[in-house]
């Protein structure tokens, strides 16, 4: 990190615990490079301080949550907190599963994931409404994420994964290889395209995934819908500290 960039982390308020440096697959590296990305410094209008998180990777986090690894995240939220960071986030939705030890541990606001917009959309579109959630992998969502977030019942949303689809789906198979972003970028719209048309009722589409906010502009246009991003969440969170 250069001086200019570190001075720029130095001023931040907002903390983004991330994946430990070596355990990401080379394709989420790749998505790394996108404006949007969660952990690209150049998404945000604001400074941000990236922390890297020992053990957390996609198999503590996104397929076994670990409770060492939470361990971990929560000494080093205090740590960022006692450094003068004013809110602590993470760089996959999937922590969503942690919200509620994460928010009781520090001082500060914490917000896990994405999902937790999902009850506010809610209650901006009305009960018998249908929210998608676009996720890295539907498999992996399980109901103690919904509820840790805040989301009392799965009724109404219609989650829709990735992991079907081949590009994206290479990201988990084969964690060296390259992969097409641009073949990625049209399977994620394709995804919400097709939601959409099985599921009529639709009135807003949340990404799960902190990997897909450099993408959501496309999908607002394909669809005509509002999309709720790891972006849009934390631009909210900044203009409140």
Same mark, same amino acid.
């Given at each position: 990190m250069?001086?200019?960039a570190l001075?720029?982390?130095d001023?931040?308020?907002?903390?983004?615990?991330?994946?430990?440096k070596?355990q990401?697959?080379r394709?989420? +590296?790749?998505?790394?490079?996108l404006i949007g990305?969660?952990?690209n410094?150049?998404?945000?209008?604001?400074?941000v301080r990236l922390?890297?998180?020992?053990?957390a990777n996609?198999?503590t986090?996104?397929?076994?949550?670990?409770p060492a690894?939470?361990?971990?995240m929560?000494?080093?939220?205090?740590? +960022?907190?006692?450094?003068?960071?004013?809110?602590?986030?993470?760089?996959?939705?999937?922590?969503?599963i942690?919200q509620?030890e994460?928010a009781?541990?520090v001082?500060?606001?914490?917000f896990?994931s994405s999902?937790l917009?999902?009850p506010?959309?809610r209650? +901006?579109?009305g009960?018998a409404?249908?929210?998608?959630i676009?996720?890295a992998?539907?498999?992996?969502l399980?109901?103690?994420?919904?509820?840790?977030?805040g989301?009392?019942?799965a009724?109404?949303?219609r989650?829709?994964g990735?992991?079907?689809c081949p590009q994206?789906?290479?990201?988990?198979t084969d964690?060296e290889?390259e992969?097409d972003?641009?073949?990625i970028?049209l399977?994620?719209?394709?995804t919400a395209?097709?939601?959409l048309?099985?599921?009529p009722?639709?009135r807003?589409?949340?990404l799960?995934?902190?990997?897909?906010?450099p993408f959501s502009?496309?999908?607002r246009?394909?669809?005509?819908?509002p999309?709720?991003d790891?972006? =849009?969440m934390?631009?909210?969170?900044?203009? =409140?500290?």
């Amino acid at each position: 990190m250069n001086k200019h960039a570190l001075k720029h982390a130095d001023a931040a308020k907002i903390g983004i615990l991330c994946w430990e440096k070596g355990q990401v697959p080379r394709g989420l +590296m790749q998505l790394e490079t996108l404006i949007g990305n969660s952990t690209n410094p150049a998404s945000y209008a604001y400074p941000v301080r990236l922390r890297p998180v020992l053990g957390a990777n996609i198999h503590t986090i996104l397929e076994n949550p670990d409770p060492a690894v939470l361990r971990t995240m929560i000494d080093d939220a205090r740590g +960022m907190v006692a450094d003068g960071i004013k809110a602590i986030t993470t760089s996959c939705g999937f922590n969503a599963i942690f919200q509620r030890e994460l928010a009781a541990a520090v001082s500060v606001p914490v917000f896990s994931s994405s999902l937790l917009q999902v009850p506010l959309i809610r209650q +901006m579109h009305g009960p018998a409404s249908e929210i998608c959630i676009l996720t890295a992998k539907a498999s992996a969502l399980q109901t103690a994420h919904l509820t840790s977030v805040g989301i009392a019942s799965a009724d109404g949303l219609r989650i829709c994964g990735l992991e079907s689809c081949p590009q994206w789906n290479t990201i988990f198979t084969d964690a060296e290889a390259e992969v097409d972003l641009h073949a990625i970028e049209l399977e994620v719209i394709g995804t919400a395209v097709n939601a959409l048309k099985k599921h009529p009722n639709i009135r807003a589409f949340v990404l799960e995934c902190t990997d897909l906010p450099p993408f959501s502009a496309a999908i607002r246009r394909q669809t005509g819908l509002p999309v709720f991003d790891f972006i =849009t969440m934390t631009n909210y969170l900044y203009s =409140t500290i």
